[in-house]
């Protein structure tokens, strides 16, 4: 069974930084690409960044790039999402997803003031 926790939301004041982490298991971990999502209310959710399994040539969206750098922790099961510079318009609920397993985890709350 595939299970995916995120952890490291919180509220942030404007230009500050947080880091998330997604805890994965039930499926061998290293073999597959994983994604970071989000999304904010009243909007659909959108693509963070992704990371593929080697690690190698991580992609992220226009609105995030050069702010976060997604990263993964093979041994440990885990992928990371340092956000740095963060701004009102990254309030949003953050999703970890395993895409090819179609499976999400509960997500954790970001919130930016201004």
């Known amino acids: 069974q595939v299970q995916l926790v995120e952890s490291g939301g919180g509220l942030v004041q404007s230009g500050g930084s947080l880091r998330l982490s997604c805890a994965a298991s039930g499926f061998t971990f290293r073999s597959y690409a994983m994604g970071w999502y989000r999304q904010a209310p009243g909007k659909a959710r959108e693509l963070v960044a992704r990371i593929e399994r080697s690690g190698s040539t991580p992609s992220y969206a226009d609105s995030v790039k050069g702010r976060f750098r997604i990263s993964r922790d093979d041994a440990k099961n885990t992928v990371h999402l340092p956000m740095d510079s963060l701004k009102p318009g990254d309030t949003a609920v953050y999703y970890c997803?395993?895409?090819?397993?179609?499976?999400w985890g509960q997500g954790t709350q970001v919130a930016v003031s201004s």
């Open positions: 997803n395993a895409p090819a397993f179609g499976a």
